[in-house]
């Protein structure tokens, strides 16, 4: 069969499409299917994608799609199914997590509920056999009209899953985004990464955790440098640095062999200054940290982490130390947070002086602790399905804050990237000044 992957934009062309698309194609393909990808920039619409599902001639189309991505894909899947009548599956953690929603509306036939490519692969063999819509049930693949159903256990051994199909992830410049793992077995309740993980420990089956051997990895970047230029590797994967004896192990391999330079994602109670040592030896150059809040209360008593403020300020020293730039990203307008504990978080960025920075306004992903908080509690507004995931303001209704204190915080962290920005331009004009202020509301307006 040839499927067609839609990656569908939203405000901004990310760097990188959706990994999940990758890892299924690279399973498709190696079943002997076929399948492409079309990215929905912001200048396409319906007929664009018409017409690449006519000329590729696929039998399915399959969307990963966040909650942010999501109101625009919606939008697109109704009026495409005005069009043609070619089946319809979205997957990733938006669908996991809000199958009946995604499974109402017009244009969707199929949601995928966690992992996908056993469970593609065999909707896919079902269709050829039988054709649409008369398919038997197919674990993991919730069809419209049907009863939920029975979940599949995670693949074994993870080294199994075929590498990912490069094409379909949109790289340039010989930066390759890698993913070693799945699952994070953190308990942070703002996070939906982590649900897939209490998804499947409720089902008591085997864990959603899996690590592929180092063998594994260096055999796909193995295969990456000979295909082309390896310039960097970005590791996508939710906390790398979890598993210190493959961690340790990672560096010396890949040290020796590749020492390509590369990024990673970590928390702080997950590396110590030896760690670092190491990750820096072997070509690590930069690390996104989750900060989330400067104040413990809030990190402890509603995001469910429990590391003290001293542990940030030593990581970020000894990262620095190993010659490795780290990112903090921050929250603000978490349910329960005080105005004065995000002037907290203000505080502590001052003092780790991350060489940069992400700050997002929380938003209650389904599926996550905190959004059954906010539902509970009567935080979500009645029209929240409607409002889109944009991380810039609030869409809840929160009792000892208002929007507009939400705002204003917003406001002073973009202040805070500007005059970042512009004190590294010490001799800027007032012309230059106002262009950098204009670069870091872009930025802002991006995240
Ligand atoms: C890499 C990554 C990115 C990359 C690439 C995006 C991507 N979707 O892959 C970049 C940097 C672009 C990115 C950006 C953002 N991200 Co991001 N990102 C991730 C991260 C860390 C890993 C995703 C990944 O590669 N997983 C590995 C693949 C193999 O797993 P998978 O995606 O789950 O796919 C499997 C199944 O879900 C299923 N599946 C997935 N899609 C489909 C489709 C079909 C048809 C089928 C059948 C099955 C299927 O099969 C796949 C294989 O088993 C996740 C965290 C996570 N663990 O999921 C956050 C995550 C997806 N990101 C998140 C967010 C919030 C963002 C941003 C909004 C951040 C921001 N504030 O700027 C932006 C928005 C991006 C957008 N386009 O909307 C949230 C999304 C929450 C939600 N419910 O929507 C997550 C879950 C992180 C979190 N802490 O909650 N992100
Ligand atoms: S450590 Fe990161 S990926 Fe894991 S649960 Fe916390 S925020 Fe999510």
New binding site residues.
């Given amino acids: 069969m040839r499927m067609l992957?839609l990656e569908v934009d939203?405000e901004s062309t990310?760097?990188?499409a959706?990994?999940?698309?990758a890892?299924?194609g690279g399973m498709l393909r190696a079943h002997g299917h076929e399948c492409t990808l079309l990215r929905v920039g912001m200048d396409m619409g319906v007929a664009d994608i018409e017409a690449a599902v006519r000329g590729f001639g696929a039998g399915l189309i399959?969307?990963?799609a966040?909650?942010?991505?999501w109101l625009r894909t919606r939008a697109l899947l109704e009026e495409l199914r005005e069009r043609l009548n070619v089946p319809v599956?979205?997957?990733?953690?938006?669908a996991?997590?809000s199958p009946e929603e995604v499974l109402h509306h017009v244009g969707v036939d199929y949601v995928?509920l966690?992992?996908?490519?056993a469970?593609?692969l065999e909707l896919v063999e079902v269709l050829e056999a039988s054709g649409h819509p008369a398919v038997r049930s197919v674990d993991n693949i919730w069809i419209k009209g049907q009863a939920r159903p029975k979940i599949r256990p995670p693949i074994e051994p993870i080294d199994s899953i075929p590498f990912a199909a490069r094409d379909l992830l949109d790289e340039r410049w010989g930066v390759v985004h890698m993913?070693t793992q799945?699952g994070?077995p953190f308990p942070c309740t703002y996070?939906?990464?982590r649900m897939?993980d209490q998804l499947y420990s409720e089902l008591g089956g085997p864990s959603y955790g899996r690590r592929r051997s180092h063998e594994n990895v260096l055999a796909e970047l193995r295969a990456l440098r000979a295909a082309g230029p390896l310039n960097y590797v970005v590791f996508?994967d939710?906390t790398f640095t979890i598993h210190h004896g493959w961690v340790r192990e990672f560096c010396r391999v890949y040290g020796a062999e590749l020492a390509v330079p590369f990024s990673l994602?970590a928390r702080v109670e997950t590396v110590n200054e030896r760690m670092l040592g190491e990750l820096g030896a072997a070509g690590c150059k930069h690390i996104v940290y989750g900060v989330e809040s400067g104040s413990e209360r809030v990190r402890r008593d509603i995001m469910q982490r429990h590391a003290s403020n001293q542990r940030f300020r030593d990581v970020f020293r000894w990262t620095r130390e190993a010659g490795i730039m780290a990112t903090a990203n921050y929250i603000i307008g978490t349910p329960g947070e005080t105005v004065a504990e995000m002037e907290e978080t203000i505080a502590l960025h001052h003092e780790l002086q991350p060489a940069d920075f992400?700050y997002?306004v929380f938003y209650p992903?389904?599926g996550t602790a905190l959004f059954r908080t906010c539902l509970e509690k009567g935080y979500l507004p009645e029209d929240y399905l409607e409002q889109p995931?944009v991380?810039r303001r609030s869409i809840l209704r929160l009792p000892g804050v208002t929007p507009e204190e939400i705002d204003a915080v917003y406001a002073r962290w973009t202040a805070i990237r500007a005059a970042g920005m512009v004190s590294r331009m010490p001799d800027a004009s007032a012309e230059q000044t106002a262009q950098a202020l204009a670069v870091a509301q872009g930025h802002a307006a991006t995240?």
């Fill in positions: 992957f939203t990310w760097s990188v959706s990994l999940g698309p890892f299924l399959g969307v990963s966040t909650t942010r991505q599956i979205l997957g990733g953690l938006h996991t997590f995928c966690g992992e996908g490519e469970a593609l993913s799945r994070c996070c939906a990464a897939y996508l939710d994602h992400g997002f992903y389904p995931a991380h995240a």
